[in-house]
């Protein structure tokens, strides 16, 4: 009776775990825990359904329930801990998701992901020590471009710009085509007035990210400032072709335009940038 009870569960875990349909494997975990209840496992796979079906309560119940049934022989604690843990987060219940992210990493310090997610919901709280501390324990497990950018953004946010530029130049290092790390330097640049430094690395993010519109837009306005109109009109023209179609980019592409004597050139631009403010008042 025994083995037919356990080659039942069995049977049952295999056609779940095979479902593309969240409902009918919620349905097969439900049959395995009116067999056994005290499968603490099948209760998280119950939770984490709810969860990708962004039925974040009924996840939290199904978490901790899977919790109340924690035993020695349970060796993974922390997965069901940092589950609930995302699962309060999600439901901005930082509190709660604070509590459970330091039980996770209690509990196994070794899940890079419990110090990933711990540390966005620091940052997002404006705890930028503590944020700090668990995103550089986070790269002890690996290098993360967006984690690197995340840190300089926090030395930016403390005050401490020599090392907000320092990992603002790992992330791109780790990750050339992370984009926003090129934007976050080239302003602390330009913070410190050092164009020159600017330029060069948005015309470096550009060799890496031959289409990005927010790196053509960045390097139209900076060189419109310069008086570089030539240049100005030509990234500004790319920005365009490449999706970038706010009404300040034509701004800049009809006073370049006006600069170098281009007047049809220049009346375009105002007549798009007419139609753009027109549609902005009618959305």
């Known amino acids: 009776m025994k083995f037919l009870k356990k080659l ?32 603490v496992s099948v209760y998280n796979y119950i939770g984490l359904c709810y969860f990708e079906l962004s039925d974040f309560k ?13 035993t020695n022989e349970f060796k993974s604690q922390y997965e ?28 196994n310090s070794n899940y890079p992901f419990s110090y990933k997610n711990y540390a966005y919901l620091l940052f997002n709280e404006k705890k930028y020590i ?12 690996e290098r993360d471009g967006e984690v690197e ?7 930016e946010e403390i005050g401490k710009t020599t090392e907000a530029i320092k990992y603002y130049i790992k992330s791109i290092e780790t990750d050339s085509h992370y984009i926003v790390s090129y934007l976050n330097l080239s302003d ?9 430094n600017a330029l060069n690395l948005l015309l470096k993010g550009i060799e890496s990210n031959p289409y990005s519109q927010h790196l053509f837009f960045k390097l139209s306005k900076l060189y419109h400032q310069e008086k570089e109109y030539q240049k100005s009109i030509e990234f500004g023209e790319k920005a365009v072709h490449f999706g970038s179609n706010p009404i ?18 220049a009346l375009n631009e105002r ?3 007419d139609k753009l403010e027109k549609q902005k008042l009618l959305s």
Do not use: C, W
């Open 248 to 265: 300040e980019i034509h701004k800049i592409l009809e006073n370049s335009r006006k600069e170098i004597g281009d007047i049809e050139g």
């Open 8 to 39: 039942r569960v069995h049977i049952l875990l295999q056609k779940a775990s095979k479902q593309k349909n969240l409902h009918k494997a919620i349905y097969y975990y439900r049959k395995i825990l009116s067999i056994t209840p005290e499968i």
């Open 130 to 141: 503590k944020s700090l501390e668990m995103f550089k324990k986070y790269l002890t497990f």
């Open 58 to 70: 009924t996840a939290e119940q199904y978490f901790i329930e899977a919790i109340s049934k924690f």
């Open 271 to 273: 007549v798009i940038i």
């Open 149 to 155: 950018n995340n840190i300089g953004v926090i030395y």
């Open 80 to 107: 069901i801990y940092y589950n609930l843990a995302f699962t309060y987060h999600q439901q901005e219940s930082f509190k709660l998701a604070s509590e459970y992210y330091e039980k996770a990493i209690q509990n």
């Open 188 to 196: 602390l640049y330009l913070e410190k007035k050092d164009t020159e």
